[in-house]
């Protein structure tokens, strides 16, 4: 079963920007679509990004698009989402997941980390 451990989160103030980590127990990334999602109090799960495993293709959701980059390290097996110009509308857990594909919308997640709180205020 993979495990997925998520870093980076905290408290950052509107327009500033995080970087988060996902560091994977697997043999190669190249094997599995990985991308992150969030969740926050009331609202529904949100997919947010998703890196193919052999052709490193990226996909965003509209929301995130053009203030939030995917990316990997095969070497080390880490996945990073970094995100810029943050909002406070972008308060939430934010997980790391495998997915059966990488689609949009994203489907359900197959298996997801603890995740990292990233909180956006003045």
């Known amino acids: 079963q993979v495990q997925l451990v998520e870093s980076g989160g905290g408290l950052v103030q509107p327009g500033g ?14 094997y599995y679509f990985i991308g992150w999602f969030r969740q926050a109090p009331g609202k529904e799960r949100e997919g ?3 890196i193919s495993g052999r052709e490193g293709s990226t996909h965003y959701a509209d929301s995130v698009k053009g203030r939030f980059t ?5 070497a080390k097996n880490v996945v990073y989402l970094q995100m810029n110009s943050l909002e406070p509308e972008d308060t939430a857990v934010y997980h790391c997941a495998t997915y059966v594909g990488c689609s949009q919308p994203m489907a359900p997640p197959l298996s997801w980390g603890q995740g990292t709180q990233v909180t956006v205020s003045s």
């Open 70 to 74: 995917i990316s990997r390290d095969n």
């Open 17 to 30: 920007s995080l970087r988060l980590s996902c560091a994977a127990s697997v043999f190669s990334l190249d």
């Open 48 to 50: 947010l990004s998703c």
